[in-house]
Nanobody, 125 residues
Framework: QVQLVESGGGLVQAGGSLRLSCAAS????????VGWFRQAPGKEREFVAR???????YYADSVKGRFTISRDDAKNTVYLQMNYLIPEDTAVYYC???????????????????WGQGTQVTVSS
């Protein structure tokens, strides 16, 4: 069982930055793939970034070059550094953890087993 708690959301002006954190419980967190998703009002939850291993990251095209995902397994924490934020980034951001396997791409919600409660990010123009 893994419990995830996101933090770091807030209100920021366009062009600004935020760093989201996803703190996990459980001694086996390092064996899980972790991803970030977001959901804007009236829209489906969409993939943002994933990090199955520390040296393997992948991003949605909409955030590539602006967002960076990283993990510190010693602290059971995954981060999402968001730079050059735009109003379209406004959403509730969720982190998720899934059992690590080579057969998953970790870009869809069904590939994850555990979810946090989400943190709101609002970007004003």
């Amino acid at each position: 069982q893994v419990q995830l708690v996101e933090s770091g959301g807030g209100l920021v002006q366009a062009g600004g930055s935020l760093r989201l954190s996803c703190a996990a419980s459980g001694r086996t967190f390092s064996t899980y793939a972790v991803g970030w998703f977001r959901q804007a009002p009236g829209k489906e939850r969409e993939f943002v970034a994933r990090i199955p291993w520390s040296d393997s990251t992948y991003y949605a095209d909409s955030v590539k070059g602006r967002f960076t995902i990283s993990r510190d397994d010693a602290k059971n924490t995954v981060y999402l550094q968001m730079n050059y934020l735009i109003p379209e980034d406004t959403a509730v951001y969720y982190c998720a953890a899934g059992a690590r396997t080579i057969y998953r791409t970790y870009t869809t919600t069904g590939e994850y087993d555990y979810w946090g409660q989400g943190t709101q990010v609002t970007v004003s123009s």
